[in-house]
């Protein structure tokens, strides 16, 4: 393959990987618990999000298969994986690697969730959070085709659908009591109507016993 | 009898707990000393478990578990563990416990010390809540004493959990030892023991262990000629509400639940009694024949449960007073089930509209609905209770509900309760 | 052999994509948590049902065989 068609390659699959990601972090996002009081097929919902991020995975896998192959600029197997170490463009290739390493921490968490304990495998998957935004920046530092007015609106539409997404889950999940603080607020001393007062009885010792 | 026992029988007559010596001395003289097994010796614990089991003893802590099934349960989890005196006693209608601690603690530890030789645990851990000052300086003052003349075999010691109405069930008293929160654990298997760690826990009731300790004097027989064949014993029952000698009293297993009630004397003649506790349910006057036994109450839609009876005068509105309970016991849920956390808020919130004459048209099915959604659906019986309650009011009072139903409340709506509840109700469960 | 849910209520927190999966066994409370009818699970819903306790997000299901049916 020649360079030229390699770093096309290289492009096109990371700005495929991007959308895709994005995709993915708003199916995850868009996500409560007890929503079914509402009708809403979360199943579906999480197997499309599985499903999706798979997809965007191979686009990543070509991307960054076809940076290393590229031989125009100096891109190393090691400094797809360990940051900051490439030759070309080091810091941003290098986020890029970051990216990467939380991504690869979330999905094969995501592959062996069975075997792990729930609360390991959502404390990675949070991770996933911090990579979305370090692959954005990876996307627009590396600075390609950031020029392109088309690239910007797709960048500005992701960062606009994940915001979006972000807002709605913090405001539902605020609202929406979970069963903890549902809980909290038993914690309340019941309404006054009740009328819930200590008993007189005398305290045990202090009464005839038969 | 045990193989080694001494000529003299030392109790005679009538079963009864109460009534006995507290100190150590009195209490030895009085009972002569617990059968323990003397060194390594055989056979020890072959008699002891066949004495048990032949006792029918039946857990007096609300669940009514065979004594003898639990111990070997938990001999089968292996040594090593420890033997948990529960006095947690969470009821609020309940003192039957408060009172065993601190006028017969040495009944309750012999009862503990039996079961940790035949179980193989290596120590006794007394359970009484924060707050219960004089109960836990009755414990102590018990432990000093035979620490101080070698009647411990396994060390004693004493924990204070904190006072919260679920604290008391047995799995989440496990899991406070180890984690500091009382949080009862999903146990589909009965069948397995309990475990503090890696270390296995019998969590026996204190009066349980109270009886443990007269049968293994006894034998069996003398606690089966009191109670019934099915349900045999006498047990201690907190008797309270519009009475005018609210207390404690033993009974003989099987006496008709209004010849309980009538010991502490009511100031009328009932309306209903509250048998067994928040958890437990209400009993009507056409039912106050019914024998204070599991069976018997089950048939009627109670269950005997903690030994409480509560009687409920006539100028007090029941749904009312059934609204209060439900509203605690929602209160007092541990928190973590949804059917619980939502579900026991809701029956309350719909007791309490038709309590108060404000039921819309949808109520009564909707309560029903309900009922039936919560009940068996937590990890714990902590809402099954609540459902008992609810639905067993709903059966006695049939003539208030539909009176409320309709918007005519009783005159007397609006009382002060006659029914115990902890002035401060906190519902963290750590 | 039949096998029956069995859902863990501590764990659960009402995410409800075991009625979703399987409506035929699994219907919602009204607040959303699962109410399983206990019987015995019919033998064509035995994978989805597996599927469901694979997927469900505080893996709050067990599927309890037994032998011998009833």
Redesign the interface.
Known sequence: MSSTSLWYATRASGLMAMILLTLTMVLGLV?T?????RNW????Q?EIHRRISMIAVVFLGIHVLTSVLDTYVNISWAAIVIPFTSSYKSFWVGVGAVALDLMIAVFVTSLLR?RMR?GTWRAVHWLAYLSWPVALAHTFGMGTDAGESWVVAVGVLCVASVAAALAWRVRTAGRQS???A???S??E???K???????T?????A???? | MSPNASETMPVTGRYRLLGHPTDLEGHLTALGPAPLPSGRQRGWREWFVSVLEASGLAGRGGAGFPAAIKLAVAHAAGPGGTVVVNGMEGEPASDKDKLLLIRAPHLVLDGAQLLAAASGARSVTVAVPQGREHVAAAVLAAMAERARTAHAPVPEEMVRPPDRFIAGEESALAAWFETGRSLPSFRPDKGTALRIGRKGALVQNAETLAHVAMIARTGPDLFRAHGLVEDPGTSLVTISGSVEHPGVVEVDRGTPIIDVANRATPLGPPQALLVGGYGGAWVGPDQFATPYASLSLRAVGATAGVGIVIVLGRDVCGLMETARVVHYLAGQSAGQCGPCVYGLPAIADDVTRLARGHADPGLLARLERRLAQVEGRGACRHPDGAVNVARSALRVFADDVRRHAAGTVCEHWNRGTQLRFPTVLRAAAS | MTVRILIDPVACDAYGYCAELLPEAISLDEWGYPMVDGKPLPADLLDIAKRAARDCPRRAITLRERKGGH
Do not use: N
Not at chain 1, 33 to 37: E, Q
């Open positions: 996500t618990t007890r929503a079914r009081a097929p979360g199943f579906a999480q069975a729930p979970s069963v903890r549902a809980h909290a038993l914690a001393v019941p309404p109507h009740l009328a819930l007062t200590q008993s009885a005398p305290p045990p010792g009464r005839r016993v038969s």
